[in-house]
Every structure is written in C-alpha cells, then in structure tokens.
C-alpha cells in the first residue's frame, strides 16, 4: 500500500471509530459484555469456588458465545446503514477505494472490541491475586478471543454488505456466527454424525472442520500453533473478500 492508501484508510477508521464513541449503542454493548463476561465468570463458572483458575475452563470458554451475540451487533451498522442512509454512493465518489474503506470500518470496528476486551484485564487481575495461572494460556487466550471477534465482525461486515436493514444484517450475522461455533460441538457433532446416512459422516466431519471452536480453544490452552492464527486471519480475509464483491455488485 502506498502512502495515500494508508492516509485514507486511517481517515476512514478515524471517522468510523469516533463514530463508536458519539453512540450510545457502543457503551450499551460494552456494558453488557463487561456483565456478561464477568457474570458467567464469577457466576456460571463460580471461579471463586474452586481452587483451579483456569482461565481457559472459566474465562475464555464464554467469549465465543458472547461473540455470537455481540460482535453482530457491533457491526451490523457497517454497511447497512450506508446503503439506508444513501450515503454509501457518496462514499464510493470520494477518494477513497472500496478496500481502503472496507479496512478502514473493519478495523475501526475491531478496535472497539479491542478497548472492550481490555476492560476485562481486572478479571485476570483477580485472578491472579487468588491463584497463579500460567501467563502463556492468558497471553494467548486474549490472542485467541480477539480472533475470534474479529472473525465474527468479518462476516457480520459481509452479511452487512448485502443488506440495507441493520435488523436482517443482525439476525442473519448471529444465526451464521451460532451455526459455526454450534458445528465445533463435540456431543452435537457426534449425535448428527450417528444420525445421517452411512457414507456421509465424512462430510459432517468435513464441515465440523470449519468451526472457530477447535482453533479457538487450542490457543486457550496456551498451545500457540500458527495454523490456528492462519485459520482466523483467512476467514477474516476471505469474509471481507465476500464484502468488496457485495459492494461492488451493489454499484453495478
């Protein structure tokens, strides 16, 4: 990218993410996932029972539920309300490129997220003062969790780029997102599996492979494989690769 490129994507993502801050829906959102994280923490998980502070087991283990409801909900206003508003002609006319525009929203939108899950510092803070986790399973737990929503806003962002109405954008993006962390079930995996046909487990087990839930939970646990990272950032490129062509065929 050259410089002009980088001058507009960061003019983009300074709009887009100011933006957040002058709504009101941003701290609604962060609230609830502050109480949402917190509640089934100290609450579902009851952390403060137990002598083992896994974060993985007690912690991270509900970010990808939360994400399923949360990020849609973040980032369903990244086109939809462009093509509501009329204003996404005017923000093709500008100098500014598709690409420079969807990066520059997606990333403004991650950095939302990213404010939200450092507000969750305090409870590993805690968590530290009561037992002695591993700090490796943390750094990449946290690792792990921003993938995660930013791969969720991914494909909220290409949901969003086929739709005008924030509310379908919502619906379909959380039934996507619900879909793909439901397939990575290991007891749900195996009741479809036992329940098709003969011969046709290897699909199941083929489309299974596509859950964030396997490479979610594997960097959890500290195991920090490249594959993993590879997985979330091709999703999240190939999700704003399916953006960029629904934006496009909204102009032809």
């Known amino acids: 990218m050259s410089n002009r490129?980088?001058?507009?994507?960061?003019?983009?993502?300074?709009?887009?993410?100011?933006?957040?801050?002058?709504?009101?829906?941003?701290?609604?959102?962060?609230v609830i996932f502050l109480l949402a994280a917190n509640g089934f923490t100290f609450f579902f998980s009851r952390i403060l029972d137990y002598d083992d502070v896994s974060l993985a087991t007690r912690f991270f283990v509900w970010h990808p539920w939360i994400y399923t409801v949360l990020a849609p909900a973040v980032g369903m206003r990244l086109w939809s309300e462009e093509h509501r508003l009329g204003t996404i002609e005017l923000l093709m006319t500008m100098p500014v490129s598709p690409w420079q525009a969807i990066l520059g929203k997606f990333f403004a939108a991650a950095g939302v997220w990213l404010i939200g899950l450092g507000l969750t510092l305090p409870i590993v803070i805690t968590m530290s003062v009561l037992g002695d986790p591993d700090n490796g399973?943390?750094?990449?737990?946290?690792?792990?969790?921003?993938?995660?929503a930013m791969a969720c806003l991914a494909l909220t962002s290409a949901v969003s780029a086929f739709t005008r109405s924030q509310v379908v954008c919502f619906i379909i993006s959380v039934s996507l997102c619900l879909f793909i962390a439901l397939i990575?079930?290991?007891?749900?995996?195996h009741t479809v599996v036992n329940a098709m046909p003969s011969g046709l487990e290897s699909i199941v087990r083929f489309?299974?492979?596509?859950?964030f839930m396997d490479h979610f939970f594997e960097m959890t646990?500290?195991?920090?494989?490249l594959r993993d990272v590879l997985y979330f950032?091709?999703?999240?490129?190939?999700?704003?690769l399916v953006t960029d062509f629904g934006l496009r065929s909204k102009r032809a």
């Open 5 to 30: 490129d980088i001058q507009n994507t960061l003019a983009v993502f300074k709009r887009e993410f100011l933006g957040y801050f002058n709504s009101p829906v941003f701290y609604v959102i962060v």
């Open 137 to 148: 399973p943390v750094i990449s737990g946290y690792v792990a969790s921003y993938l995660y």
């Open 184 to 189: 990575g079930d290991p007891s749900l995996t």
């Open 207 to 211: 489309i299974c492979y596509f859950s």
């Open 221 to 225: 646990k500290g195991i920090f494989v």
């Open 233 to 240: 950032v091709s999703v999240i490129v190939v999700a704003l």
